[in-house]
């Protein structure tokens, strides 16, 4: 069955450090999110990525971050100058079409120190 | 008033219970919705799809009351396996096709 895959699985950094987080979508995927997981919190909703542009984006993605999809197959997501409050989980997803099930990857967990 | 809301738990019941978590959602404009399953330290997954006409698949039933802009997930004959946490999902029907979570109820099944 395919599936969404995303390295690292664990990321630390420095706070103040760029990190950038990488997916692979499943391969006939027109739709890429990213959504991110607080520890003890809800999921939430980051961005969303449609023919090469960002289609919606939450307020928590601000100029800090930014999205791109450099060849065919990944999907990566840019914190700038991580912050302490960026330690979360982040989740990657895609979608078939915009109504499709959105299928999740396994997350990368990003701890700022 | 959250978006989502959901009542947390944990809800402890034994093997071969049933059980039913509620949902309530704000935004009257929610197109879509959706149950997914979220084992710890795990990505959510998938359960099932809500429909208005409420829809069954095995042991679990979903129902959507959009008057009272209520949803509902009945886990029949509880298995161990079963314990996770259940997130509440919809999604308006809008260009980014985002999703909005409840913080999840969490179920533990014991023998």
């Known amino acids: 069955e395919p599936e969404v895959t995303q390295t690292p699985s664990h990321q630390v950094t420095q706070m103040g450090q760029e990190v950038i987080l990488r997916c692979v979508p499943i391969?006939?995927?027109?739709?890429f999110y990213w959504y991110r997981q607080i520890l003890g919190q809800k999921v939430e909703f980051l961005v969303s990525f449609y023919n090469n542009e960002i289609s919606e984006k939450s307020e928590i993605f601000d100029d800090q971050f930014s999205v791109e999809r450099p060849d065919g197959s990944n999907f990566t997501l840019k914190i700038r100058s991580t912050k302490l409050e960026d330690s979360a989980m982040y989740f990657c997803?895609?979608?078939?079409?915009?109504?499709?099930?959105?299928?999740f990857g396994p997350g990368t967990r990003l701890t700022v120190l | 008033r959250k978006e989502v809301e959901q009542d947390p738990g944990p809800f402890n019941v034994p093997e071969g219970a049933t059980v039913a978590f509620n949902c309530t959602y704000s935004?009257?404009?929610?197109?879509?919705f959706f149950w997914y399953r979220q084992d710890c330290r795990k990505e959510p997954k998938l359960l099932m799809s809500v429909y208005s006409s409420g829809n069954e698949d095995g042991r679990f039933t979903a129902q959507l009351n959009r008057a009272s802009q209520y949803i509902s997930l009945l886990i029949r004959d509880s298995k161990l396996s079963d314990s996770a946490t259940y997130l509440c999902v919809v999604k308006l029907n809008n260009a980014g096709n985002m999703l909005t979570f409840g913080g999840g109820t969490r179920l533990m099944v014991k023998p």
């Open positions: 391969s006939n995927h027109l739709y």
């Open positions: 935004n009257s404009a929610s197109q879509s």
């Open positions: 997803a895609s979608s078939r079409g915009l109504a499709g099930v959105k299928f």
